[in-house]
Each structure stands twice: as structure tokens, then as C-alpha cells.
């Protein structure tokens, strides 16, 4: 029945009468049937041990050695389980707490110092772990109510000063977190709801910080934050069958901020090398999907999706379309806010910017921007609407707005300081072509109606070209080299 490790068996055998180190004060209070409680205490200075157990079939164990404060188990139910370990532990203090049926706890934490650790279990069928070998001033707390909540916390290694906390309410949840070798680290998760799953880690970064909450069903998370310096990742999902990656990678001063409230939403954040890199992600509907990767130094993302089924491919490794951010200094913003709505993007290079918005159903947004210093402002409302734009070269700049059903916008500038305007403003079919190559070429589409084409192509330099149309199927071509 006592579920713990080999090496708690191991304990449990080698101590099956008390052992009590000089200056050590054990108390056990034991009612019921079928209790064991075990104290193994060896040059522990002052070191005491407080095991209390109501009901049937309670095991309890602790393990001090140079230790010089007290391990507290309590439980109360049946089936119950406890462990507590504090080897070379100074000043340190566990205090495990049990109430219900078949739960079971263990806390271990070995050879460092002034660590803490606080389980405390209500309800059914709970399980707790947690472990801090070689810490310093660390602290790990879990508390569960509710059924079948499984939380483990290890602190591991040469850290110090982490802190770690698990919560969990509901049924069947599951937490993990781990410092590994880190330094001022704060995980914190907490669920509620049925059937959550959140994992986190913070690799070998200074630091850093997780924040996870978790509300309705089905929920899942991941949160790494490898070789990070100052990361922080801060993720709530509310709703059932939301989806949650977030990376960080190898960079410094990184940020990730998710946000999804519905159903069935997944966003994936990569940053890779990321330094000084930004991701910021909001889902707020059902069955949207963000897909993001950076790497490179001082990159930004944002992408904001208000709806359902809106779509954002800004990955180079996952999805349908791939993109992603590529180089340094750049800049992303991408709006949704409907139905249906796909953007896809990638920047590679040095400092590009794009500021996308769809409003409405069925949108589509393709934008790649490569070299220099390239802008994109766009603005889509309505439905079926698509733009297409690519943009390489310096200095080129496209602005525009799309308004209506089935409106085709397709760009293309190449050179340097090419600038392009493009308003469909009502209507429907409309299409508005623009190629500019060589450098410092400016064009003018305005369309209002019904499957009007204008289609605009420059070479040289310092071109202007203005085309207005308004009405049904006009077509208008300009050339210029």
C-alpha cells in the first residue's frame, strides 16, 4: 500500500523502531488500525519529528541527519502515505499534510540548506512530490483538494533561493516544475477545473519567472525557459482543450505572455537565440492557432486573435504555411478579430515592421519582408479578402486598406524606398496589382465597386502613378520604366 520509492522502502526497513539522535525530540500519536510510523534520526542537533495519523492503513516515515528543525507529517483518512528526508539540512522544515482517502506524499531534501517544503492534501487519491537536493533557501509548496491531483516539484542541483508552488483544485490534474541549476527562480501553477496538465522548467537562466493558471478542462501547458537571462512567461487558459508551448530558448531579457480564453485554442512561441526578445500572444474564441518562432536580438511579436478559427502561421517549423522572424530588430503586430481569418508572416533581416489587422470572416494575409528596413501597414475588413505582399530591398514602405468581399491586393517592391498606397474602399471582386523595383517609385490605388483591376508596374526611378476607380468591371494599367 505504502507507494513511495525503493529508497523510502529501503528507510522504511532499516528503521522499523526509533532511532533518535542526542538533543532529538520524536513524538508519535498514532489511532486507528494498521499504522506505522518510523523516525530515523542521526546527529541531528535539536532536530524533532511530529507524526500524527488517524484511520486505517496510514504508513509514516522521516529520515534526519544534521538537520536542526523539525518534520511535521499529519494524517487523517485511509491509505495515506507519507515520507519526509532532510539530510545535511540547517534550519530546514517540512510539514506534510494529509486529509481523505489513498493519498500520498514525499519530500526529500538532501544535501543543502535552510530549505522548505509544505504539502498539504484534501480529498481522494492525491499525489505529491517534491524533491531539492542541493538547495539554498529554497522553498517548494504544494497544496491539492479534490481527486486524483498529481504535483511534483524538484529544485535540484546548485540553485538557490527558488521558490516553487503548485495548487490544484478539481480532479485529475497533473503539475511538474523544476529549477535545475538556477538562481532566484519563481514557478507557480495553479489549476483548476478537471484533467489539466502544466509542466515547467527553468534551465540555466537567472531569474526567472512561470506563471501558470489553468481553469476549465482538458487544459495543457509547457513552459521551458532553457539559458535564459530574466525570462518570464506568464500563461492563463480558461476553457476546456487550450493548448499551450512556450519556449524561450538560449536568449536574454525574454518575455512571453499568453492568453486564452474558449475552447480548443493552441499557441506555439518559440524564441529560440531571442535576445531581447518579445512575444506576446491573446486568444479570446474557440479553434484559434498561433504559430511563432524568433530568433535574432530585439525581436517583437504580438499577435491578437478575438473570434473563432482565426489562424496566424509565424513558424518555420510547424504548419500549413511557414514563416517566422529571422535576424535582428524586428518588429511584428497582427490583429484578428472575426472569423476564419489566416496571416501568414515572415521577416528575416534587419529592423522589418508589419501592422496587420482582419476584421471579419475568412480573411487571408500573406506578408514576407526580407533585407532592410521594410514597412507594412494593412487593414482588411470584411470577408474573403486576401493580400499578398513581398517586400525586399530598403526602405520600402506599403500602406492600404481592404474593405468588402473577395478583394485582391497583391504587392510587390523591390530597391529602395519604394512607397505604396492601395484603398479598396467598398464593393466587391476588386483587384489592385502593384510591382515596384530600383528605388523611390510612389503609387496611388483607390477602388470602390464591383471586380474593377488596376495593376501598376515600375522600374526606375522616382515614379508616381495614382489610379481611382469606382463602378463596375474598369481596368486600368500603368507602366512606367
Do not use: C
Request: charge should be negative.
Amino acid at each position: 500500500m505504502f507507494k513511495l520509492t525503493p529508497l523510502a522502502a529501503a528507510v522504511l526497513i532499516l528503521a522499523s523502531t526509533q532511532t533518535l539522535a542526542d538533543d532529538s525530540v520524536s513524538t508519535q500519536d498514532q489511532s486507528g488500525n494498521v499504522n506505522i510510523a518510523n523516525v530515523y534520526q542521526i546527529d541531528a542537533s535539536q532536530a524533532s519529528t511530529i507524526q500524527t495519523q488517524r484511520g486505517d492503513g496510514n504508513d509514516a516515515a522521516a529520515v534526519q541527519q544534521v538537520t536542526n528543525n523539525p518534520i511535521e507529517q499529519t494524517q487523517e483518512g485511509t491509505q495515506n502515505a507519507g515520507y519526509a528526508d532532510q539530510l545535511y539540512e540547517s534550519t530546514g522544515a517540512i510539514v506534510q499534510k494529509q486529509n481523505g482517502s489513498f493519498n500520498g506524499t514525499h519530500a526529500s531534501q538532501s544535501t543543502g540548506y535552510d530549505n522548505q517544503a509544505l504539502q498539504q492534501q484534501l480529498g481522494e487519491g492525491n499525489f505529491s512530490f517534491i524533491i531539492q537536493e542541493s538547495q539554498i533557501g529554497a522553498q517548494a509548496t504544494t497544496y491539492q483538494s479534490g481527486s486524483n491531483n498529481e504535483a511534483n516539484i524538484e529544485q535540484l542541483f546548485s540553485g538557490s533561493n527558488n521558490n516553487a508552488l503548485v495548487i490544484q483544485t478539481g480532479m485529475g490534474q497533473f503539475a511538474a516544475a523544476e529549477h535545475l541549476n538556477y538562481l532566484n527562480g519563481q514557478i507557480e501553477i495553479n489549476q483548476n477545473g478537471d484533467g489539466n496538465w502544466a509542466y515547467a522548467e527553468q534551465g540555466e537562466g537567472i531569474g526567472g519567472n512561470v506563471n501558470v493558471i489553468q481553469d476549465g478542462m482538458l487544459n495543457s501547458v509547457e513552459v521551458w525557459q532553457d539559458s535564459q537571462v530574466g525570462s518570464r512567461a506568464g500563461i492563463t487558459q480558461s476553457g476546456d482543450s487550450n493548448e499551450t508551448v512556450a519556449d524561450q530558448s538560449f536568449g536574454e531579457s525574454n518575455l512571453t505572455t499568453i492568453l486564452q480564453i474558449g475552447g480548443g485554442n493552441a499557441i506555439y512561441a518559440d524564441q529560440f537565440e531571442s535576445n531581447n526578445s518579445t512575444t506576446n500572444l491573446f486568444q479570446d474564441g474557440q479553434g484559434n492557432l498561433a504559430l511563432t518562432y524568433q530568433t535574432g536580438e530585439n525581436q517583437s511579436l504580438v499577435v491578437s486573435s478575438v473570434g473563432d478559427d482565426n489562424k496566424v502561421y509565424a513558424s518555420d517549423w510547424q504548419g500549413p504555411q511557414h514563416g517566422g522572424q529571422f535576424g535582428s530588430n524586428q518588429r511584428a503586430e497582427i490583429y484578428q478579430d472575426g472569423t476564419g481569418n489566416t496571416a501568414n508572416l515572415t521577416q528575416k533581416d534587419i529592423s522589418q515592421h508589419t501592422q496587420l489587422s482582419q476584421s471579419g470572416y475568412g480573411n487571408q494575409a500573406s506578408v514576407s519582408q526580407s533585407d532592410a528596413y521594410n514597412e507594412l501597414y494593412f487593414e482588411q475588413n470584411g470577408t474573403d479578402n486576401i493580400l499578398v505582399a513581398d517586400q525586399r530591398g530598403t526602405e520600402n514602405l506599403g500602406s492600404g486598406t481592404s474593405s468588402g468581399t473577395g478583394n485582391i491586393v497583391e504587392l510587390e517592391q523591390s530597391g529602395s524606398g519604394n512607397q505604396s498606397y492601395t484603398y479598396q474602399l467598398y464593393g466587391d471582386t476588386n483587384l489592385a496589382s502593384i510591382k515596384q523595383t530600383d528605388g523611390v517609385n510612389m503609387a496611388y490605388i483607390t477602388q470602390g465597386g464591383s471586380a474593377n483591376q488596376a495593376n501598376v508596374d515600375q522600374s526606375g526611378h522616382n515614379m508616381n502613378a495614382t489610379i481611382q476607380q469606382t463602378g463596375t468591371r474598369n481596368q486600368a494599367s500603368v507602366l512606367q520604366q
